[in-house]
């Protein structure tokens, strides 16, 4: 299976414990929902592990154990790991939510239909979504914020969104 069939869903925090627990740290709307979708594997796909969750909050996540790992040592080796599932085994979203694999590497047009650039990442820092959007020639990359004003198109099919820059962004 190829990497772009799978979505981040999570990523290893570090150990927790001495028994080789981890603490993941879920990137699902459902913190919980991370163990759903096993079996989870690693970004280059060279290694998989089913996931057992041992308690519902601890310090930067939920307490899990991962198969193949037993020993505290083992878990503080995968800090920072992060962890794919495979897009089928998630659920399917409704029309206006995107998985953030699908919006990178979108064309960006403003209203008028001029490239803007591509979107490099989505980053959420507590007050909703915000899309980076980098273009050649340009000195910094622009943050826009992902909501139906700022961007009211999305089309995955044709690979872009629009942009409606809020005054001030251009």
Same mark, same amino acid.
């Given at each position: 299976m190829s990497p772009p069939d799978r979505i981040c869903v999570g990523a290893i925090a570090?150990?927790?414990?001495? &028994?080789?627990?981890?603490r993941l740290?879920?990137?699902?709307? *459902?913190?919980?929902?991370?163990? *759903?979708?096993?079996p989870l594997w690693t970004? *280059?796909?060279t290694r998989s592990f089913t996931v057992k969750l041992?308690?519902?909050?601890?310090?930067g996540g939920v307490g899990a154990r991962l198969s193949g790992v037993g020993t505290k040592e083992q878990a503080d080796a995968l800090k920072g790991v &992060?962890?794919?599932a495979d897009r089928d085994r998630l659920p399917s979203l409704p029309d206006d939510e995107f998985y953030h694999a699908d919006l990178?590497?979108?064309?960006?047009q403003d209203t008028g239909g001029v490239e803007l650039g591509r979107v490099q990442a989505v980053h959420n820092h507590g007050a909703g979504d915000m899309l980076e959007i980098a273009a050649p020639g340009r000195k910094s990359a622009l943050l826009v914020p992902f909501t139906r004003a700022a961007v009211p198109t999305v089309d995955i099919q044709a690979g872009r969104i629009v942009v409606d820059l809020p005054e001030g962004l251009d």
């Open positions: 570090g150990s927790f414990g001495v &028994q080789g627990e981890v740290k879920s990137f699902c709307t *459902d913190p919980l929902a991370i163990a *759903d979708y096993g970004e *280059d796909g041992t308690r519902s909050s601890v310090s &992060q962890l794919f990178i590497g979108l064309a960006a």
